[in-house]
């Protein structure tokens, strides 16, 4: 029988690659935008957490392949070009208009960007396709000497073809997430998937922007003290702790059954329940702080995470189809000492009413609170985000033609170590794991397993 949480191994290694073209790729047909034309990002796009590329890669075997297939760069170029004319959002660009409030503008020529690349290795050669490796860098395009953040004057999607010796091959996505979050992202991969499979253009939902119904209010009316951006001085070791060092990432399999057990200790004592994230995060965090070994016992810490509002909207609720950024960030806090001595229902707890408290007023709250005040850097005081990718549909959204990838998903968490993110399991039947991606100090690693392993 596996037990219950595992911890998942990857290969240190190096992916060499040539780079044999890198090219446009420009909608297929007119769109409803022309050179000079301007597009509207709400407050929540322009959130400084969503200025920022997220990068995936996903996996596909040569026994993927069939004989008399066109060329996989070609196949997806071409579907790409289809899908950028309903999603003609992606093929423009950002800039900056007053007070630093990002949009995105339509010039000539621009598009997205296609990258071929080939690689001497074999996909056998990497290892476990299962575990996200920061050696998978190498499959995401970055431009030479590009700034980290840079959204400004870049393609908003950006797109590597790595074709490797055995014939497998993977796809390196980088998406503007000032865009889309992630379900926005599923549905527009799953578009270029299904227009790639069936060679039509496929779209359903039918993509909406919509993001001028979340603007801000006149005047705005900032009803909450939104902690979640605040910034904080650091007296705590926790920041040093891992910005000092070179910090590792690691990677945990958690079984349901581990999750159904940690869930039923986790009940926090009004008798409310929680849900399995509820608990899993308020399991992570304290294990983290106390892996880290936390000081001084009375600093407050954060712990954020992503809450999608698309069901709390009742005023304006989103129309199908609309991929925008639907999501606040929630916010709890607790006094180190608080954290590492208090039960895991009272974490639990912490975060449930966290989560629960991100409603529709919130949201409002949110956007006002970015209108009066935008942030301008991202703050990591005494915080750890975890970010749960469990519900999205990431494999079942990246059928091309060539079936479920081996793995989808992100492949390097070390640039930003105040991240935690809870992955669905790749097998195609599921047994409901997840992988729980975490960055430590080395030194602090073997402890954080032993905790993470242990429930109260």
Not at 143 to 154: A, G, L, Q, S, T
Not at 306 to 325: A, E, I, Q, T
Not at 401 to 428: F, K, N, S
Request: charge should be negative.
């Amino acid at each position: 029988m596996a037990p219950w949480v595992e911890e998942l191994y990857f290969p240190h290694l190096t992916i060499p690659i040539n780079i044999d073209r890198i090219c446009p790729v420009l909608p297929a047909a007119p769109i409803a935008a022309a050179p000079g034309d301007r597009l509207y990002l709400s407050n929540l796009d322009d959130m400084i957490g969503v200025r920022v590329f997220t990068p995936t890669v996903y996996f596909y075997g040569s026994n993927s392949l069939g004989s008399g297939q066109k060329p996989v760069t070609e196949t997806l170029r071409d579907a790409l070009a289809r899908v950028l004319v309903p999603y003609y959002p992606f093929s423009g660009r950002l800039r900056e208009t007053k007070n630093g409030k990002l949009e995105v503008f339509f010039g000539p020529d621009q598009g997205a960007l296609m990258v071929e690349a080939y690689s001497e290795k074999a996909l056998a050669e990497l290892g476990d396709l299962a575990v996200p490796n920061p050696a998978w860098t190498s499959l995401i395009f970055r431009f030479p000497d590009e700034e980290p953040y840079k959204v400004i004057d870049m393609p908003l999607l950006i797109a590597q073809v790595t074709r490797f010796s055995c014939g497998g091959f993977s796809l390196g996505l980088r998406i503007c997430h000032c865009l889309c979050d992630g379900l926005g992202a599923m549905q527009f991969v799953g578009a270029w998937a299904a227009t790639a499979k069936t060679g039509t253009l496929m779209m359903t939902p039918e993509p909406r922007w919509d993001r001028e119904i979340f603007l801000p209010r006149d005047p705005p009316r900032v009803k909450y003290p939104h902690i979640e951006f605040m910034r904080i001085d650091d007296g705590s070791t926790l920041t040093l702790a891992l910005w000092q060092v070179k910090p590792i990432q690691k990677c945990y399999r958690i079984s349901l059954e581990f999750q159904a057990h940690l869930k039923s200790l986790a009940q926090p004592k009004d008798h409310f329940g929680c849900t399995t994230f509820d608990a899993m995060a308020a399991h992570v965090w304290k294990s983290w702080v106390q892996a880290l070994d936390v000081k001084p016992l009375d600093y407050e810490l954060r712990l954020t995470f992503s809450v999608n509002v698309r069901s709390k909207l009742r005023n304006l609720p989103l129309k199908d189809g609309f991929y925008g950024n639907a999501v606040c960030v929630a916010c709890t806090t607790s006094t180190v000492s608080e954290l590492l001595n208090g039960c895991l229902p009272d974490t639990t707890r912490l975060v449930r009413e966290a989560r629960l408290g991100v409603s529709e007023e919130y949201l409002r709250s949110t956007v006002d609170y970015i209108e009066v005040d935008r942030p301008k850097r991202l703050e990591f005081g005494g915080k750890l985000t975890i970010t749960q990718w469990t519900r999205f549909s990431i494999y079942e959204s990246a059928d091309f033609g060539w079936g479920r990838p081996v793995y989808a998903g992100p492949i390097d968490l070390t640039p930003t170590p105040q991240v935690c993110v809870l992955l669905p399991e790749g097998e195609a039947i599921s047994s409901g794991a997840m992988v729980v991606c975490i960055c430590l100090p080395e030194s602090a690693a073997n402890k954080f397993k032993d905790l993470l392993s242990l429930v109260e």
